[in-house]
Each structure stands twice: as C-alpha cells, then as structure tokens.
C-alpha cells in the first residue's frame, strides 16, 4: 500500500497538536487555509485560558475572522486532528468554512461523523465539504500517547 505525504495544513495542525500537548492540554491542533496559504493555527487551550471554548478550531476560526476582518470565513478550509465536537461544528457551519479535513474521528466527542452529525441537519445553516482520516494514525496516536500519561 502506497503512502502519501500528508499536506502542510495537516502537518501544521499535528504540530499545534504536539505543542498543545506540551502546555499540558489534550493534544488537538487546527489551522485555517486561505487560498493555499495558512492564516492561522492553534491547539487546544481550555486549562491554560481557563475557558470551555478555548478548542483549537474555535481558537483557529477567531484568529483567522481577525486576519481577514470578518465574520465569514467563505473560501476557507478547516485543518484539525480531531473529529470537531457539537460547539466545533456549529462555529464551523457559521463561519461558512468551505471545506473540513479532520485526521482521526471520534466516536465519543465527534458530531460529524458520530454523536449529533451537526451538517446532515435539516436546520444547519452551512454544509462544508468534508474530508476526513488523513493523517488519522499520527493524530490518533498523539491522544492515545496523552491519555496513557495521565492513566
């Protein structure tokens, strides 16, 4: 089986991911592509920001809202680790994010693929397009790695 380099965005957010986890958060990294280019990352924060919102792809979303000066992120694409949860989605549905490429799903937290599945909703304002398992090993890993710490 062939394997193929995993894209810049993808290996961005794995890099937040892995700083993430050194600052002692659950090791989820995003990053925002406009036009090829990035305009910006984060990793998880919730513990060092002392705020529930604080995930990577809300973080993204805000930065990258900030660098082109509006609330509609139209043409953007959404790179993350992990499978967004329920509040994740929603941003992202509202932000008009165009495309979603996420690495590992997650059957207990995720609502794309699982839980709420937020863009097959009748009421869901925005669909992107969705792409996911790309890079799913290393970013399943990194979580599997953070969490056997913990145990």
Known sequence: ???????LP?????DQARAGALAGEV???AVIVRDGAVIAAAHNAP?????????????????AAKVLG?????G??????????TMCAGAIAH?????????APDAKGGAVEHGARVFAQ???LHRPEVYAGMGEAEAAALLRGFFADRR
């Open 47 to 63: 513990r060092s920001l002392s705020d529930p919102t604080a995930h990577a792809e809300l973080l993204a979303i805000r930065a």
């Open 27 to 29: 090791p989820v990294g």
């Open 70 to 74: 509006t609330e509609r992120l139209d």
């Open 76 to 85: 953007c694409e959404l790179w993350v680790t992990l499978e967004p949860c």
């Open 95 to 103: 932000a008009r994010i165009a495309r979603l490429y996420y690495a």
């Open 1 to 7: 089986m062939k394997t193929w380099p995993l894209p």
């Open 10 to 14: 993808m290996r961005t957010a794995l």
């Open 122 to 124: 009748d009421q869901c």
